[in-house]
Every structure is written in C-alpha cells, then in structure tokens.
C-alpha cells in the first residue's frame, strides 16, 4: 500500500509537467493569433480610408443593372444622370442610385387597414378598367 501511495504523487507531477508546457505553447499560439487579428484589423482600416475605385457602366451595363433595355437608356438619356466624355456615355453606381430614385412610385393611396377590434374588414376598391380601342 506505501508503494501505491508513492506512485501517487510521482504521476501527480509528472502530469503536471506536461501542461505547463502545454500552457507555455497555449501562450505562444495565443500570442500569434493575437498578432494575426491585430494585423488583419490595420488592414480594414486601411481599406476603409481608401477611397473605393467608382465602377463605370456603359449603355449595355448599365441596362442590365437596371434591367430596361439599353434603347430604354439611349432615349431618355438627356433626362438621366450620366457621364459624358464627347461621345462616349458612362454611368457610375450613383448615377444608377438616382435613376432606380426617379423611377421609384410611391402608391397613391394606401388600402384601408383592418384594426384589431375594429368594427368592419378591410374593403380594396377595384381600378378602373383599361380603355381599350
């Protein structure tokens, strides 16, 4: 039994030798990754003082994003935010930006509403009919 309860203590410590240096290795990855984030976040930073090259649309391109028809684009070109360099006709993301905004409708008025507890459902009016002919 004395011979068990000397085992005891030996494992005891040789098992704590291994996680101090586990713990010293645990320190020094802890260490790197640290490292890694703090570069990676001096990165973003930079990138977000950058100034972000504009992207540049032609006719085609610009008509996909929009998706109209180019022609669409070519006859209504002296009512819509362009850029223009002689002949050649180029469109940024803001220009895009503003044309969705010209072209956003807004409803004219809102159907009625049915409130809890209110006394009669909601009714939608009908819209007139198309003229044909």
Do not use: C
């Amino acid at each position: 039994m004395s011979a068990a309860s000397h085992a005891t203590p030996a494992r005891a410590r040789t098992s704590h030798q291994p996680a101090a240096a586990g713990d010293a290795s645990l320190h020094a990855q802890v260490a790197v990754l640290a490292q890694a984030v703090t570069g990676l976040l001096t990165e973003v930073a930079e990138l977000r003082e950058t100034p972000q090259r504009r992207r540049l649309y032609d006719y085609d391109e610009a008509a996909a994003e929009l998706r109209v028809h180019p022609k669409w684009l070519k006859n209504r070109i002296k009512t819509l935010p362009h850029t223009k360099a002689g002949r050649l006709v180029l469109f940024t993301d803001d220009d895009l930006d503003r044309i969705l905004a010209l072209l956003h409708v807004e409803p004219e008025s809102a159907p009625t509403v049915r409130v809890p507890g209110g006394s009669s459902p909601s009714r939608l009016t009908p819209l007139p009919g198309r003229r044909t002919g």
